[in-house]
């Protein structure tokens, strides 16, 4: 069992859409949850953190951890083709700066 | 502020043959890690170095990977004999001390290996 594991799409959406993105994860000991935005043949950039459960919002991004689940989650509201990516979830204990990803979820917004 | 640098972009070499690749990291940052990408995986680190120590490299295959910082600055990470299964993206990343969570990612090498 991986331990962390994304559903590696892809997604295809129309333009306006709200996107859903998730992760689970089995390390009870992960603390930190980041989302990464990854576009073709880039480097992944860091979208959102979030530190032990709870939300966060960031203008059309919203994070969202559930530690009782293993679960995390990110939405995107009023997609834009610029969006169109790969989305990498992440996470770490507190006193390891060591990442553990997920596989990745390619998203296409169409126009 | 620069980000971090990369080179070279792309490579194909045939297996058996070495390879090695370059890392500038974010100027100020102690923190440098190496990673293997592989198509449709996410990234897994190699090895991370604190200054010019390394911190981990327990994912390192060090019978045919090796990876250096002499100066605590730049990097080199070295595959000697590559296999097909080496066939992937090598992202170097770099952090500073008080930055915590925030690591910042190069452009990446593609390595191909036929």
């Known amino acids: ?64 951890v559930d530690k009782s689940s ?5 939405f995107i509201r009023d997609s834009q083709p610029s969006d169109s990516a790969t989305y990498l979830c992440a996470m770490r204990r507190s006193n390891d700066y060591k990442l553990s990803f997920g596989a990745g979820t390619t998203v296409t917004v169409r126009a | 502020e620069a980000g971090v640098a990369q080179s070279p972009r ?11 690749f370059w890392c500038n990291p974010i100027s100020g940052h102690a923190t440098l890690y190496w990673y293997q990408q592989i198509l ?6 190699l090895i991370q170095f604190q200054n010019n120590g390394v911190v981990d490299d327990s994912q390192l295959p060090k ?33 500073s001390p008080g930055g915590g969570y925030e690591q910042y990612f190069g452009p990446g090498t593609r390595l191909t290996v036929t």
């Open chain 1, 1 to 64: 069992q991986k331990e962390v594991e994304q559903d590696p799409g892809p997604l295809s959406v129309p333009e306006g859409a709200i996107v859903s993105l998730n992760c689970t994860y089995s390390n009870s000991a992960f603390q930190y949850f980041m989302w990464y935005r990854q576009y073709s043949r880039k480097g992944p950039e860091l979208l959102m953190y979030t530190y032990s459960s709870g939300n966060k919002e960031d203008g059309r991004f919203t994070a969202q």
């Open chain 1, 70 to 74: 293993k679960y995390i989650s990110l």
């Open chain 2, 10 to 20: 792309y490579k194909i070499i045939e297996k058996r043959q070495s390879v090695a």
């Open chain 2, 40 to 45: 449709g995986q996410g990234p897994k680190l």
């Open chain 2, 63 to 95: 019978d045919r990977f090796s990876a250096e910082r002499l100066k605590g600055v730049d990097s080199t990470l070295k595959i000697q004999p590559a296999k097909l299964e080496d066939s992937a993206v090598y992202l170097c990343a770099s952090s």
